[in-house]
């Protein structure tokens, strides 16, 4: 069945350190792929998204390229800062769904200052 | 503005006793969603409704029940059946037509006493 493969945390990074987060998913066909972002105290909010492969979602200097051969949708930015510290959620559109999305585990991010 | 309003935020229960959560929406949206939360567990999807009168368990609904009486509200119980139900639980919202973008209120936390 379809299921998204987060990369364990929690993420302990610097303030300018490079950030990546794998994420890699199993599906029936291409389905449209996503990043949601959960700051603490809060529900999740999108943070960017890919619609087929090779698109490349951006936004706040995240970044995440749909690569359809390693079916994988990783995250990345290139400097992080402080106030990106939040618990990050890779996800999917479930095949044939009414309208459903499948999350990963999610990945915590601290970065320090 | 709107959103996603969901109360109360934070919510102490015996065991055996129900607890009802609300979620209220102004976005006009169609479908809304119950999510739990559990750390390391990503997000599980309680029930869902795409419609006023109408809805679907999810993967998780046992011990849960939901009703769909107006568009703008979406109340979830959670009974004295369900075996573990201290969560952080998230309501969601997604229009007509289905993005993959879903609005989430900030949460309610449970903890049974």
């Known amino acids: 069945g379809d299921s998204v493969t987060q990369m364990e945390g929690p993420v302990t990074l610097s303030e300018e350190a490079f950030l990546t987060i794998n994420c890699t998913y199993t599906a029936t066909g291409y389905p449209s792929l996503f990043w949601y972002v959960q700051y603490p105290g809060e529900g999740l909010q999108l943070l960017l998204k890919?619609?087929?492969?090779?698109d490349k979602g951006s936004n706040k200097g995240f970044e995440a390229t749909y690569r359809k051969e390693t079916t994988s949708f990783h995250l990345e930015k290139g400097s992080v800062q402080v106030s990106d510290s939040a618990v990050y959620f890779c996800a999917m559109i479930q095949s044939g769904s009414a309208r459903q999305l499948t999350f990963g585990s999610g990945t915590q991010l601290t970065v320090l200052p | 503005d709107g959103g996603i309003t969901q109360s109360p935020k934070y919510l102490f229960r015996k065991e055996g006793q129900n607890v009802t959560l609300s979620c209220e929406q102004n976005l006009n949206h169609d479908a809304m969603y119950w999510y739990r939360q559990d750390p390391g567990q990503g997000l599980r999807l309680i029930y869902y409704?795409?419609?006023?009168?109408?809805?679907q368990k999810g993967d998780i609904a046992e011990g849960y029940s939901v009703s769909r009486e107006k568009k703008e509200s979406f109340p979830l119980t959670v009974t004295s059946a369900q075996k573990n139900p201290t969560a952080f639980y998230l309501c969601?919202?997604?229009?007509?037509?289905?993005?993959?973008?879903?609005?989430f209120g900030e949460g309610s936390r449970l903890t049974v006493l």
């Open positions: 409704s795409q419609i006023v009168n109408d809805f």
């Open positions: 890919a619609t087929k492969a090779d």
């Open positions: 969601a919202s997604t229009g007509t037509v289905f993005t993959g973008e879903l609005f």
